[in-house]
Nanobody, 115 residues
Framework: VQLVESGGGLVQSGGSLRLSCAAS????????LRWYRQAPGKEREWVAF????????NYADSVKGRFAISRDNAKNMVYLQMNSLEPEDTAVYYC?????????WGQGTQVTVSS
């Protein structure tokens, strides 16, 4: 299993970013996917969830209404559109799949929001 995140960067408060995660090594279209983030000095926290077919999504309260998770099963890609970014959103963002009773993570992509 390989997950490769991209799209992070430095953005001003109120700005937007779109993160991407390219997946391989498993049957992508049959697995639910998640985004997590980890801020400096804090534990990794769940951000967003999407079912295998993309029909159901769910979000942490802290990002609800600002972030949107989506996927393209034809391309083995999952995305996180982040709008109205706040300094508190600064973190390394990871995509995640739970496959064969184990969690898999990418290397993460840094998002920094300046005030």
């Amino acid at each position: 299993v390989q997950l490769v995140e991209s799209g992070g960067g430095l953005v001003q408060s109120g700005g937007s970013l779109r993160l991407s995660c390219a997946a391989s090594g498993f049957t992508f279209s049959t697995y639910d996917l998640r985004w997590y983030r980890q801020a400096p000095g804090k534990e990794r926290e769940w951000v967003a969830f999407i079912t295998s077919a993309g029909g159901i999504t769910n979000y942490a309260d802290s990002v609800k209404g600002r972030f949107a998770i989506s996927r393209d099963n034809a391309k083995n890609m999952v995305y996180l559109q982040m709008n109205s970014l706040e300094p508190e959103d600064t973190a390394v963002y990871y995509c995640n799949v739970f496959w064969r009773n184990a969690n898999y993570w990418g290397q993460g992509t840094q998002v920094t929001v300046s005030s």
